[in-house]
């Protein structure tokens, strides 16, 4: 049974750091593509980072340069580190699994078939 339970979210001020962690089972990370996605209050669940079983990166031109995707394939765990965040980065972040794609990862939310609960990310200006 393939899980994803997120953690790290939390409050930060403009300009701080967090790194949300998602921690996986039932499958092994290293061969899948997986992605980081968020939502905000009031708006459609959107893309924020990709990674391929490769370790090759993606990123919504939003948090490019600001946000890191990685894993650790030893703990079967998925990471994006944020940097100087803003305001508007506050949202709901969801890790997701797309178990049909490895190498060519989708931005297509509904093409992820695993979803983990989400972590509040909450930003103050």
């Known amino acids: 049974q393939v899980q994803l339970v997120e953690s790290g979210g939390g409050s930060v001020q403009a300009g701080g750091s967090l790194r949300l962690s998602c921690a996986a089972s039932?499958?092994?990370?290293?061969?899948?593509?997986m992605g980081w996605f968020r939502q905000a209050p009031g708006k459609e669940r959107e893309w924020v980072a990709t990674i391929n079983r490769g370790g090759s990166t993606t990123y919504a031109h939003s948090v490019t340069g600001r946000f890191t995707i990685s894993k650790d394939n030893a703990k079967n765990t998925l990471y994006l580190q944020m940097n100087n965040v803003k305001p508007e980065d506050t949202a709901m972040y969801s890790c997701a699994a797309d178990l049909r794609r490895a190498r060519t990862c989708t931005v297509v939310v509904a093409e992820y078939n695993y979803w983990g609960q989400g972590t509040q990310v909450t930003v103050s200006s």
């Open positions: 039932g499958y092994t990370i290293s061969n899948y593509c």
